[in-house]
């Protein structure tokens, strides 16, 4: 869905999306990560398992809600790509964890 | 646990958040600067001390780096990566970042989080492919990424034909730009030129150059277009309208943008409903002093005036605050507003045009019965109506009886379309129907940080 421009100068740093290596620029968010990677959606709802991708990149819409380092909902459009960040989308509700 | 207190803490980093704090700093007010970025600039300027000297943004977007540096160059403490989640009209702010919870108090706060775009319920605006301008923007800004498909620009505003012509210059020219600005915009914008032709002649220039500039670039373009509505099973396929049909793999919408209100919702400051401008915005008087006497307003979240007029408004605010901590006597407080209040009105001359010019169509704000207002928790407009006419007086009885506003945003998507609707289905101004009442915290935090929080 997005590329980057041949043109772009600058460095890159290495995130996993889904497992998968990607290299991403830096400075670029974990969303934007997530559409640089060609994930057809990033999380399905919760109340009916529709498919979302980000739609605002700005901190408002809540639809880029993944999986960041192992901490569910975080909102990935605001969280800042950093080397070996580990990204994962989410379906449904998360739940919590007790140990 | 001691607080940390200082004299005036400013919300955001945008235009007007940064030339406030900068102008605090210089007149010798003890001055934190709290946003959520890692780096000034907010959205207009967002990666603005990374932009190259010939990036495809523009100069209007490189002018930023002027405010970045002064900030910088500043006394005001600068916190980025940090987040407001709470905030007392006594002047307490409760912050996380990566360090943690913690409590800040400050004598005077400014609220300066500026805009969002305005929502653009459309059928299947909540496709995956379906995004904003502003966002394709945002991923120019951040990593000069740009769209790989076909991209559609659809809606209205300075800000599509500002992408549009990014976009262009970036090599990634759109498909289609579908402008939805209805013919009677036109000729009521039409009647308002003579007024604005000379003042705001700067602006109209630039606005025609850039329009321009799209045209030159061979972009389909359709006017007046009714009817938008984004197509495909689990991803956008193609784009509708009344009368054509294009694939597409990425919908950019953009209905013009509005204040970010949710902290002065929350703050329970005094909001009127803005007819010319289709928004809530906080009452604040000319130094943007609101009906809290600790909590000022300035920038497009006082209600949308653009980048520059931000920092002029900033400033204005900066000298009151000084003012009011006997920084700075009255008379000088006055003097130096002169000069501000002047380049106020010349930024300002083009908004009676553009707001008037665009203005979005009335399904815009009061959607078909069929499409979602809530995205968060897919509620449609049908749901709402119904909630209104089984008795929810406003959107916070809507909500208890819908979910609609209750889901991860706070409402900050749905909140002008379920006020307009319950209006419009109550018969009644928007003023009387209100707002929602956003709660604390504004971001969610996990209880690991809220227990990791001293009692004081």
Redesign the interface.
Known sequence: MFRRRPEAVGPTVTVTVEGTELHVPQGVSAAAAMLLAGLASVRETPVTGAKRSPYCLMGICFDCLAEIDGQPNRQSCMVTVAPGMAIRRQRGKRSVGIE | MTLERVDFAVIGAGPAGMAAATLAAELGLDTVLID?Q?APGG?IYR?IE?A?DHSPLGDDYLAGRQLAGALRASGATYRPATTVWHLDPEGTLSLISGSGTETLRARRILVATGA??RPAPIPG????????A??AQ??LK????????RAVLAGQGPLLWLVAAQLVR???TPAAILETAPHRNYHAAARLLPRVLWPARRALWKGLSLIREVRRAGIPIRREVTGLRALGR??LEAVAWDSGEIAA??LLLHEGVIP?TQISLALGLEHRWDDAQLCWRPVADEWGATSLPTISIAGDGGGIAGAEASALTGRLAALDVADFLDKLDPAERDRRAGPIRAALRRELAIRLLLDRLYRPAPAILVPEDDIIAC????VTVGQIRRAARLGAQGPNQAKAFTRCGM???QG??CGTIVSAVMADTLGRPIQEIGAYRPRAPY??I?LGALAGLDAE
Request: proline share 8%; with cysteine; charged share 25%.
């Open positions: 959520e890692e959205l990666g990374r190259e969002i775009e605006w909540t496709l995956p492919g379906v995004m904003t502003g966002a945002i991923m951040t990593g000069d990424l740009v769209p790989s498909g970036a090599g990634a689990n991803r793999d990425l970010n995205r968060c928790e897919e889901g991860p945003c900050r998507i971001k969610p996990t």
